[in-house]
């Protein structure tokens, strides 16, 4: 509704300032003849300028709308604190493989295993594709590497 309204109100000011100019420059000039030109340049380039002035009005409206989130997240942003490349702790340095040995994983409420017996080598510096069909245990296996999952039988060794 409100960018119904903007419209008619910009329709009023910009007719309204047209008006002015034309006033203007009546009481300036004895012929209006010789203004009458410039004055329909002013009306036509008015008239096809409203969509453009409606479509900046609605865009500050919706910042304006959008702008407390956006602060927000920013001000998140500048809380995070960045990592510092000297800190070694916490990193694994993988030079040679990533093996999986005899890796099982069952979760929780559910009765058929997920993974059993799971033994896989994967060599560093090298991309690998995990194929198989859906409730096979791809994501798993990927969640188990990267330590988002635990396995609960079988070892994940990394030989640096």
């Known amino acids: 509704m409100i960018s119904a309204l903007s419209r008619f109100f910009l329709e009023a000011v910009a007719?309204?300032?047209?008006?002015?100019?034309?006033?203007?420059?009546?009481?300036?000039?004895?012929?209006?003849?010789?203004?009458?030109?410039?004055?329909?340049?002013?009306?036509f380039?008015?008239?096809?300028?409203?969509?453009?002035?409606?479509?900046?009005?609605?865009?500050?409206?919706?910042?304006?709308f959008v702008g407390p989130s956006l602060n927000k997240l920013y001000d998140?942003?500048?809380?995070?604190?960045?990592a510092k490349p000297?800190?070694?702790?916490?990193?694994?340095?993988?030079?040679?493989?990533?093996?999986l040995n005899s890796i099982n994983y069952t979760y929780p409420n559910v009765s058929r295993t997920t993974l059993k017996d799971i033994n896989l080598s994967i060599p560093a510096k090298s991309t690998i594709g995990l194929i198989g069909a859906t409730g096979s245990g791809?994501?798993?296996?990927?969640?188990?590497?990267?330590?988002?999952?635990?396995?609960?039988?079988?070892t994940l060794e990394v030989d640096g």
Do not use: C, H
């Open 86 to 99: 000297d800190q070694e702790q916490g990193q694994i340095f993988l030079n040679k493989t990533i093996d």
């Open 15 to 43: 007719f309204g300032g047209i008006l002015i100019i034309i006033l203007y420059q009546m009481s300036q000039t004895e012929n209006f003849n010789n203004i009458l030109p410039i004055l329909s340049l002013y009306v």
């Open 138 to 154: 791809k994501t798993t296996t990927v969640d188990i590497i990267l330590g988002l999952l635990e396995a609960q039988k079988g």
């Open 45 to 64: 380039a008015g008239y096809r300028m409203i969509p453009t002035l409606q479509q900046i009005y609605v865009s500050f409206n919706q910042l304006a």
């Open 76 to 82: 998140d942003f500048k809380k995070i604190k960045t």
